[in-house]
Nanobody, 115 residues
Framework: QVQLVESGGGSVHPGGSLRLSCVAS????????MGWYRQAPGKERELVAS???????NYDTSVKGRFTISRSNGQNTVYLQMNSLTPEDTAVYYC?????????WGKGTRVTVSS
């Protein structure tokens, strides 16, 4: 059974940083693309960043230069380093795996940025 478990969310002030982690189990992690998505209150879920099995990376323009996605295949983990956070980054952040066309989601971790 494939499972994704996110952690690292919390409350920070504007300008602060957080590092999210997503641990995958039940899959050969290194084979698959992974992504971070977020859903703000009243908005649709949107892509934040993604990383392919080969290390190719894509960022939404709103986070480019502030967020960094990375992966550790040895630890079955994908990370999202978030710097210079703003209130507009407030959302529930979800990890996603694309397993040969089947999409698996984690349950999410909440990030709140406020003064």
């Amino acid at each position: 059974q494939v499972q994704l478990v996110e952690s690292g969310g919390g409350s920070v002030h504007p300008g602060g940083s957080l590092r999210l982690s997503c641990v995958a189990s039940g899959i050969t992690f290194s084979f698959y693309s992974m992504g971070w998505y977020r859903q703000a209150p009243g908005k649709e879920r949107e892509l934040v960043a993604s990383i392919t099995s080969g290390g190719g990376i894509n960022y939404d323009t709103s986070v480019k230069g502030r967020f960094t996605i990375s992966r550790s295949n040895g630890q079955n983990t994908v990370y999202l380093q978030m710097n210079s956070l703003t209130p507009e980054d407030t959302a529930v952040y979800y990890c996603r795996a694309n397993i040969r066309g089947t999409i698996i989601w984690g349950k999410g971790t909440r990030v709140t940025v406020s003064s």
